[in-house]
């Protein structure tokens, strides 16, 4: 008969000593589980888990100053709650370097909101000229045009199609945006890419194309609106 051995899996166990603490926290701040609190939090479980361990020597204080607005409790309310009582020795001391770093991490934190929100707006500046330019000829011609259509109801339509027709044509290009089909295009119904305005149709039926579609890459922007032939 094979020697068999076997693992004492006890031995793998990890205490959670401030499970219980932090459970009846989050139930009277409402919070359902520890992934909800992850998630508010903006921490992962895994430091969560150090949390409920007893381990907040090996967590950052930034983790920290994530989870303390959440739990309702000050920095130091949390660190006097959740460590043992040799971590509080340990921090009683370097009580000044610790308030220092919390104000330097702050001072960081918000620097980065800054250059975010500074990119943010120089990004939409960047992207707002650029369609600007694409549709320049439009924005030149059309207010002209539309009042020539006002004061000649004769005026053809088709000689205002292109003013419109090219910049639109221009910016969808510059955005990666392809039309499905032309409009009046007859071809098999798709019922991914079309979208029935009446009547019924079977996939590879012949449907007319009333409406374009959109594609922009291969996300579905907008379906093409048709009807059976």
Known sequence: MP???YFDFTQYKCPTPNTQLLQDLMQKLGISSFKALSRAAGVSERQLLRLRQGKLEQMRVDVLLKLS??????LNELIATF???????????PTQDLLEEIADLRKEYQRSQQQIEQQREILLQEFQQSSL????????QWPTAAQKAQENPQLAALKIVPLVQKPLEQ??????????????A????DPQLHQLMEGTAQPGETVKVRYTGYLQGEKLLHRAKVSPV
């Open 186 to 189: 007859e071809l098999p119904y």
């Open 133 to 140: 330019q694409l549709l320049e000829s439009l924005l030149l």
């Open 3 to 5: 020697n068999t051995q």
């Open 83 to 93: 460590s043992t009582v040799e971590l509080l020795q340990e921090k009683a001391a």
């Open 69 to 74: 607005p959440v739990l309702q409790m000050s």
């Open 171 to 184: 910016l969808l290009q510059a955005w990666g945006v392809e039309a499905i089909a032309p409009v009046g």
